[in-house]
């Protein structure tokens, strides 16, 4: 048995409740918007995602994904993963890195990249692959000390 609710048969919730959420949300600044509006606007939990935040935005978290490179080149944090030597795990801690160093990027983004598990970046990275920073070289070898002959 299924308990997942969605918007469709989602359990309504009590005036009372719905007079607390509203005024918890004046106070934070942001505007409530009831049930029956949101399906009249047409909005769904997606359209409250973004690429890319803006700085009066309200951060909630932050999910890594891994989609094709032209649907996120816009995106403010982004790097092109392509096929090569570097194994999940240093590809994740130059990622992480990367996104850590940039510039232009508030502490609180910097709090929500930094509070993603590394199992959550190891689950969506792809394995032997090379990362490509935007006007930067990344090493793309995994190897530790390799001879020359």
Same mark, same amino acid.
């Given at each position: 048995?299924?308990?997942? #609710? &969605?918007? !469709?048969?989602?359990?309504?919730? &009590?005036?009372?409740?719905?007079?607390?959420?509203?005024?918890? @949300?004046?106070?934070?600044?942001?505007?409530?918007?009831?049930?029956? /509006?949101?399906?009249?606007?047409? @909005? $769904?939990?997606? /359209?409250? @995602? $973004?690429?890319?935040?803006?700085?009066?935005?309200?951060?909630?978290? !932050?999910?890594?994904?891994? !989609?094709?490179?032209? #649907?996120?080149?816009?995106?403010?944090?982004?790097?092109?993963? $392509?096929? %090569? #030597? @570097?194994?999940?795990?240093? !590809?994740?801690?130059?990622?992480?890195?990367?996104?850590?160093?940039?510039?232009?990027?508030? /502490?609180?983004?910097?709090?929500?990249?930094?509070?993603?598990?590394?199992? /959550?970046?190891?689950? &969506?990275?792809? #394995?032997?692959?090379?990362?490509?920073?935007? %006007?930067?070289?990344?090493? &793309?070898?995994?190897?530790? %000390?390799?001879?020359?002959?």
């Amino acid at each position: 048995v299924s308990t997942q #609710s &969605t918007w !469709a048969n989602k359990p309504s919730i &009590t005036i009372q409740e719905e007079v607390e959420v509203r005024d918890i @949300l004046l106070e934070e600044g942001l505007e409530y918007i009831k049930d029956e /509006d949101k399906k009249e606007m047409d @909005l $769904t939990e997606l /359209d409250a @995602l $973004t690429g890319n935040p803006l700085p009066s935005d309200t951060i909630l978290f !932050a999910i890594p994904m891994c !989609a094709p490179y032209s #649907s996120i080149s816009k995106y403010k944090f982004h790097v092109k993963i $392509t096929p %090569g #030597s @570097l194994k999940r795990g240093k !590809a994740v801690q130059t990622i992480e890195h990367y996104f850590n160093t940039m510039k232009d990027v508030r /502490d609180e983004e910097r709090q929500f990249i930094r509070a993603i598990e590394n199992n /959550d970046y190891i689950t &969506t990275a792809l #394995s032997n692959s090379a990362v490509s920073i935007p %006007g930067k070289k990344v090493e &793309t070898s995994s190897k530790k %000390g390799s001879k020359s002959k």
